[in-house]
C-alpha cells in the first residue's frame, strides 16, 4: 500500500464526528443602488462602463482585419468563428459575451458554461466586451453562491475587470493574464 493510501485510510479510520456547515446569515443591501454601487466597483477593477451606442461605435471603428469573436446576437459584430483547437483563438482581440450576473460589492461578472461557448475567451483576448442586464445584479458574494449552486456546471468564473498582476518585478501590469481591457453595457 501507498504510503498516501494509507494516510487517507488513516484518516478515514478517525470516525470524526460529523459538523454541520455554519449558517451563513443574510446581509441586507440597499436594492435602490445596486446597480451604482455595481458601477462604483467595475470602475474600480478597471472595467469601463459604456453605451451600447458607444461600443458600436468603437467597434465600428476597429481594422476591419481584426478579429472578433461575438457570442450575442444583439451584437452580431464577429468576424471570427470558434476553431475545435483554441490554440487558432490566440489573435482574437475582441470577444463579446453576456454576463449571467453581476455581483455589486465588487464588480466581478459570472460566466459559465451557459454562456461560454469556449474557456479561454475570456483569457486569450485583448478586450473583452461584456453585455449585463441591469436586473440581474446581486448585492454579494453570498448572494452569488448561492445563485451558482455548487455542482451546476463542470466550469465558470469571475471576471473583474481586466488582467492584473503585481508579481513582475513588483510593478502593476494589465493584461498579463487576460483581457487588456473590460468594457460593461449595462442592458
Known amino acids: 500500500m501507498s504510503s498516501r493510501n494509507q494516510i487517507l485510510q488513516a484518516i ?3 470516525n470524526q464526528e460529523k459538523t454541520l456547515l455554519p449558517e451563513v446569515p443574510s446581509y441586507q443591501h440597499d436594492t435602490n443602488h445596486i446597480n451604482l454601487t455595481f ?7 478597471g472595467s469601463r462602463m459604456v453605451s451600447e ?8 471603428n476597429l481594422d476591419s482585419d481584426l478579429p472578433i ?7 452580431d459584430s464577429g ?8 490554440h487558432n483563438l490566440e489573435k482574437l482581440e475582441v470577444v463579446i459575451l453576456k454576463a449571467q450576473f453581476a455581483v455589486a460589492e465588487n464588480g466581478a461578472m459570472w460566466f459559465d458554461d451557459e454562456n461560454l461557448p469556449e474557456r479561454i475567451l475570456p483569457f486569450i ?7 449585463l442586464d441591469q436586473n440581474e445584479i446581486v448585492g454579494d458574494m453570498h448572494e452569488a453562491y448561492e445563485r451558482i ?4 456546471t463542470s466550469f465558470g468564473l469571475f471576471v473583474a475587470g481586466p488582467s492584473k498582476t503585481a ?5 502593476l501590469v494589465i493584461g498579463a493574464h487576460g483581457a487588456m481591457s473590460v468594457q460593461i453595457i449595462l442592458l
Open 12 to 14: 478515514r479510520g478517525l
Open 39 to 45: 458601477q462604483k466597483s467595475a470602475l474600480a477593477n
Open 53 to 60: 451606442k458607444d461600443a458600436k461605435e468603437w467597434l465600428r
Open 69 to 75: 469573436f461575438s457570442a450575442e446576437k444583439e451584437f
Open 79 to 86: 468576424n471570427t468563428v470558434l476553431s475545435d483547437d483554441p
Open 125 to 131: 483576448t485583448q478586450h473583452l466586451l461584456v453585455l
Open 149 to 152: 449552486g455548487l455542482n451546476s
Open 167 to 171: 508579481d513582475i518585478e513588483q510593478s
